[in-house]
């Protein structure tokens, strides 16, 4: 296995990585991941990445590398314990940010075809970097959910989609469904207070053709998550999404 030192050959900020290393190996395994040793080495470099560059552009508010282990790598991973990532499924992530839940779950699962999207297009570019310097296959676009559902080549498309910290999920909905093939699913990840949220998306979901199918919950280091697996059932209209002015103004 390289070492972080022959990767980063200049400054490097996180001195111990064996440590780092360590860490992340033994977090993982607490909470049920096994991955490989090229995998968790790609997880640091990714999150080395991260930090570096958020020095430079905003990319995340969490700014401690064990923090970042917690909230990002293992709150992104628990979607594999939620739904099955079949190998040459199509997963898009919406409002990806700096990657998460997308980077984590295509380095762990390395057949799935990732596709990410975020409107920004400074986070985007950091993530073609990512995708470059650990060779992942994950397809990052710059362009906003509502532009992009109402190509015929992305709507209805996918088998699963999620979208981590970008809005309630009454407007997500509307975001997300119209890109998941019938019978694929739409998987929200939320917080401690989800019900209240969940109740006022039921019209959304249902008008966009999903129906709840499952809540799971689970506790990281006494963070409540809550994985809201909603399948499709029926086609989109086509008259959604609208514009996000309409979404966020006046959601379903
Ligand atoms: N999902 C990441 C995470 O959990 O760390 C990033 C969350 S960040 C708070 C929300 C992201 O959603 C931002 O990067 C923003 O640019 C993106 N975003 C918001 N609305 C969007 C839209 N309509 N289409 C695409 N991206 C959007």
Do not use: W
Request: hydrophobic fraction near 40%; glycine fraction near 4%.
């Amino acid at each position: 296995m390289q070492s972080l030192k022959d990767i980063f050959k200049t400054d490097l900020k996180i001195e111990k990585d064996g440590e780092y290393i360590d860490f992340l190996k033994c977090t993982l395994k607490k909470y049920g991941f096994n991955l490989e040793d090229q995998q968790i080495l790609d997880l640091i470099i990714f999150l080395k990445f991260l930090l570096e560059e958020n020095e430079k552009y905003n990319l995340t508010s969490i700014k401690k590398f064990e923090e970042m282990i917690y909230k990002h790598i293992i709150d992104s991973l628990l979607m594999l314990k939620v739904v099955e990532f079949k190998s040459s499924f199509s997963f898009l992530d919406i409002g990806t940010g700096a990657g998460f839940p997308s980077t984590p779950i295509a380095i762990a699962k390395k057949d799935v075809k990732v596709t990410q999207l975020d409107s920004s297009k400074k986070k985007v570019e950091f993530l073609k970097q990512v995708n470059k310097m650990l060779s992942l296959k994950i397809i990052s676009l710059n362009e906003r959910a509502e532009n992009l559902a109402k190509k015929e080549e992305y709507r209805e498309k996918f088998n699963i989609v999620t979208a981590r910290a970008v809005a309630k999920l009454n407007i997500l909905s509307e975001l997300c469904l119209p890109f998941v093939e019938v019978g694929g699913f739409f998987v929200a990840l939320k917080g401690p207070e989800y019900l209240e949220d969940l109740e006022l998306a039921k019209k959304s979901i249902n008008i966009l053709g999903g129906k709840v199918e499952k809540v799971e919950s689970f506790e990281i280091e006494e963070n409540k998550r809550n994985i809201i697996v909603i399948k499709k059932i029926s086609h989109s209209s086509t008259k959604y999404p609208r514009s996000f002015s309409k979404i966020s103004k006046n959601p379903l």
